[in-house]
């Protein structure tokens, strides 16, 4: 690289992979146009059971492995990475500095049995997760099965939306709803309504009553603070369901058929599904992008990528561009034609058409991206590959890759976040 050329960015990149059983982190450290790879030592694994393996919470200030201990909830920090800690799924308050992780429960029943017995899974809430002083605040028992989340707050167009936190439950069929607000003691990380979103009309079986569990099979859930409402999507019925955050009433219910999950635009004013068709061309996937006007209450921009299926998405600090990443789905015959380590990047900007400005061909797939941020603008774009182990470095301004960093052997899971970062 011509030293003119060069990256004036000094950052701190870390990098987790693994294979869902075992995993190890590295530190890319780039600095005077040079870019140096280090790896945590790694504790051997434990033998617990699923269930009381560490939990990573993330990183200090100064390298160091802050971990859960899902029995005795105690953080703890050490220099060493244990080998099988669970890296949790992670939603992040917007609003806070508390990060909500994921308990899915076991597969056969959905249940979290340590924490809910057979009542359950839960979400456990983690405060200052990248600094030594990382705090456990609690563990609250929700619905079963697969979860997200999304969080409600006041904006200036709806000022009377309180700090709520939703939580989507797969395998009930429902969305808990838990006090986020650390000023309402009496509410604060407990449940607080759980809204039942079984429509029986939909049902194959059962006598129409409104049960739980039920195929409403909650995947998609995003907050609009330009409408103030909260958008879930019911795969199981093809609807998509808006929820009144003032009193978690359901208040519309849309048509929504063929998408698997729903993201909002940082604005707020378009709330996204995404989706796949697997079954009208036996050689294709085709991914489907439909766009929601919060306002109009219409769909106003449909788009078709052939050989493509979505998996993350990511947008960057001015809302200006989005970034999906792709996956492997379908048949055999259909994955020989996927494009399964292509970026993506959208011009928000031409909303509600879904104007593509950059296909970008990694080698394999995205793990995650990472986004370095100056003055409230993306610079320096990272992408964890993870099959190849390595890291590409996309500028947020011209969308291309300005270098690809070899970090550690590959694996089939990764992700990359930022852990420092200054102009030199």
Partial sequence: MNPADRNPMKYTLAYYTGNRKTGRIAIVDHAN?????????IEPESNLEKECKPVFVGLTEG?????LDPVSKEIRVQPSFPEDAFPAHIYSDPNSSRDWFMNDGDKETGNDRLNCGDQGSSVSVVADTSSSAAAY?????????HHQAAFTYPSDSAPQVPHTAYISNLKDGTISVIGNDPRQAGDYLKVVATINLCE??????????????NNAFP???????LSGKVYNLNNGYGTMVLIDPLNHAIVERHDFKGHSNLFVTPDGRYVIGRGADR???PRH???????FDVLSGETPGRTELRDIYISKYYFNAQGSKLYLTTG?????????????????????TALPEMKLIKEHRLGCSSGSLAFLNEDGRTSLVFSSNSEQGTVSVIDGESDEIVETLAVTEGASHSRAWLLSSHRE
């Fill in 33 to 41: 146009g040079e870019t140096q790879v280090s790896h945590l030592a």
């Fill in 63 to 67: 390298r160091e492995v802050i971990l």
């Fill in 137 to 145: 605040l609690g563990t609250i028992c929700v619905g079963r099965g």
């Fill in 200 to 213: 029986p009309e939909k049902e194959k079986e059962g006598d129409g009553s409104v049960a739980v569990p």
């Fill in 219 to 225: 995947h998609g859930l995003v907050y609009s603070p």
């Fill in 279 to 281: 079954k009208s061309d």
């Fill in 285 to 291: 996937v085709i991914a489907r992008l439909s766009v």
């Fill in 328 to 348: 492997k789905s379908g048949t055999p015959e259909q994955q020989k034609n996927l494009k399964t380590d292509a970026l993506l990047i959208f011009d928000l």
